[in-house]
T-cell receptor, first 116, second 114 residues
Framework: DARVTQTPRHKVTEMGQEVTMRCQPILGHNTVFWYRQTMMQGLELLAYFRNRAPLDDSGMPKDRFSAEMPDATLATLKIQPSEPRDSAVYFC??????????????FGQGTRLTVV | DAKTTQPTSMDCAEGRAANLPCNHSTISGNEYVYWYRQIHSQGPQYIIHGLKNNETNEMASLIITEDRKSSTLILPHATLRDTAVYYCIVSPWGGSSNTGKLIFGQGTTLQVKP
């Protein structure tokens, strides 16, 4: 059963620490989305990649957030330094863009980040 | 990508049909209508999509108006497990398209009651 895997599922860290969240997209999917969800803002698109290249990261605070795809099986979202306002659930999703019969993006279970 | 408008919340009795409306008056010709739902604390889940024609799958039906400016998601026999936030999205992303992204609005919180 193919699925998007996110690690860790939960992370508690102190303000100022670096946080790295990882996502393993479904094999063969060439589009990866990163979202952040909070009660106040809902689901916000932070960045997305196609064929490992960043297409749009306009939703991401550039001073402290960075997103990369070192290879086709791994996407990372890094926060350095972390702040309490970064506390949220971070979701990764993948989809096979360009596949004529496929329209579904698959979401991982999310990483719940708490910055204290 | 075009913007959508959905009611904030709706109730539905268990076993009855749930009809969730969505307005997307600025939709472009190449944009699909997508519906996703998010059950508490889980990642969003794809339900259905359409371009012009009405669509049906094992989960739901999607009715798109002829002018494509609005749509309705229908859950024919709602169960308690259908309680979730339902998101209507319009985007050129998907299929053979190489453009677009999925932008989520605030969605409709559907509460199915016994």
């Amino acid at each position: 059963d193919a699925r998007v895997t996110q690690t860790p599922r939960h992370k508690v860290t102190e303000m100022g620490q670096e946080v790295t969240m990882r996502c393993q997209p479904i094999l063969g999917h060439n589009t990866v989305f990163w979202y952040r969800q909070t009660m106040m803002q809902g689901l916000e698109l932070l960045a997305y990649f196609r064929n490992r290249a960043p297409l749009d990261d306009s939703g991401m605070p550039k001073d402290r957030f960075s997103a990369e795809m070192p290879d086709a099986t791994l996407a990372t979202l890094k926060i350095q330094p972390s702040e309490p306002r970064d506390s949220a659930v971070y979701f990764c999703a993948s989809g096979p863009t360009g596949a004529s019969s496929v329209f579904e993006a698959f979401f991982g279970q999310g990483t719940r980040l708490t910055v204290v | 990508d075009a913007k959508t408008t959905q009611p904030t919340s709706m109730d539905c009795a268990e076993g009855r049909a749930a009809n969730l409306p969505c307005n997307h008056s600025t939709i472009s010709g190449n944009e699909y209508v997508y519906w996703y739902r998010q059950i508490h604390s889980q990642g969003p889940q794809y339900i259905i999509h359409g371009l012009k024609n009405n669509e049906t799958n094992e989960m739901a039906s999607l009715i798109i108006t002829e002018d494509r400016k609005s749509s309705t998601l229908i859950l024919p026999h709602a169960t308690l497990r259908d309680t979730a936030v339902y998101y209507c999205i319009v985007s050129p992303w998907g299929g053979s398209s190489n453009t677009g992204k999925l932008i989520f609005g605030q969605g409709t919180t559907l509460q199915v009651k016994p």
